[in-house]
């Protein structure tokens, strides 16, 4: 038997090593903020937290309250079956001023919007105009999670319809935490088909720098915008920044206010997860509620532009002096 045997020569490559260095990850957008910028950025954009708290009065179909008899009716007097429930919502918020007075921050109005009293109905036909519960709103907290303390935020400034508030507090602690967004003001009438844009918020809870693209730079004639960015709970007020193709600089745009959806009822328990951890082996026997729940349509982000926020500022100019914050260099109307 005749063996025959094949030799190999393996050849080994080795890595050429390669001077560090701290930037070796290049973008477009690094060539003009540089991450220290861009940590600065990040630190004035800070998790917004809503917790509000109502008291519930539920009424039984025979006792035929209307809207009429209840402005007569002393709710914690009467016979009504007492509960309460707990909403919490989370959104982004941005720090435009840090003073002596306290700091300022931009958002979104829906995220502190909530009604002092909500009334239902009986939904049958005969009924409908018969009140089956009436929630009266106990308290209402307002903060930022990096607030030490966590001392609330007053509302100093809401519009439902366009979707901005400004909040503050006068009581605010690490103010070493509490950086002030910088970037120049930008134009949102100029924003065209496709145009760049990058967005810093809280989607999903988690701060992140995410890019996207004008999917609609003239959505409705105040000269909002629309982006394809993914839009996830919490990314309300996210800031919305781009490129001027003139300076190169970085300039502020608008902020994400909501997205495409749409809405489906589902049924919670008295408590939320936070408060309550629930077994799954068990059978609740809880009181139920309807809760209305967003599916969104991801890829459709509908923005508030820059000159918007801007017209709303000088409406509420005055009160927001009176409280110590003044944004007209922020906005360059000086």
Not at 91 to 113: E, F, K, P, W
Not at 144 to 153: A, F, G, K
Not at 229 to 250: C, D, E, Y
Not at 253 to 268: D, E, Q
Request: contains cysteine; hydrophobic residues 35%; negative net charge.
């Amino acid at each position: 038997m005749m063996i025959t045997g094949f030799g190999c020569q393996q050849k080994i490559f080795q890595p050429v090593p390669q001077p560090l260095d701290d930037a070796a990850y290049k973008s477009e957008f690094s060539q003009i903020i540089s991450n220290s910028e861009m940590e600065k950025v990040a630190g004035s954009v800070k998790k917004l937290f809503c917790i509000v708290e109502y008291e519930v009065y539920q009424f039984d179909e025979k006792d035929q309250l209307t809207r009429e008899k209840l402005g007569e009716l002393n709710l914690r007097r009467s016979n009504a079956q007492k509960t309460t429930f707990n909403e919490t919502v989370y959104g982004t918020a941005t720090i435009l001023q840090n003073n002596r007075n306290g700091i300022l921050l931009l958002t979104c109005a829906h995220i502190v919007d909530n009604p002092d009293t909500l009334i239902s109905y009986f939904q049958t036909a005969a009924s409908s105009s018969i009140i089956e519960s009436v929630a009266v709103k106990k308290s209402q907290m307002n903060f930022i999670r990096d607030n030490e303390n966590n001392n609330l935020l007053r509302i100093f400034a809401f519009d439902s319809k366009l979707d901005l508030a400004f909040l503050g507090s006068d009581k605010v602690t690490g103010i070493e935490d509490m950086p002030v967004f910088e970037i120049g003001i930008g134009n949102g009438n100029i924003l065209q088909w496709g145009t760049p844009v990058y967005v810093m918020g809280f989607p999903g809870g988690h701060q992140m720098l995410t890019n996207a693209a004008v999917g609609n730079p003239h959505s409705t004639p105040t000269g909002d915008f629309i982006i394809d960015a993914s839009f996830n709970p919490g990314g309300s007020g996210s800031l919305i920044m781009a490129v001027n193709q003139t300076s190169r600089k970085l300039e502020f745009v608008g902020i994400a206010k909501s997205a495409s959806a749409t809405f489906i009822n589902t049924l919670k328990p008295e408590k939320e997860s936070h408060q309550e951890i629930y077994n799954p082996n068990l059978p609740y026997d809880g009181y139920l509620y309807v809760k209305r729940v967003r599916n969104i349509n991801y890829g459709i982000t509908f923005a508030i532009s820059v000159n918007t926020i801007r017209d709303f500022y000088i409406q509420h100019r005055k009160s927001l002096n009176r409280e110590g914050f003044g944004l007209d260099e922020f906005f360059g109307l000086k």
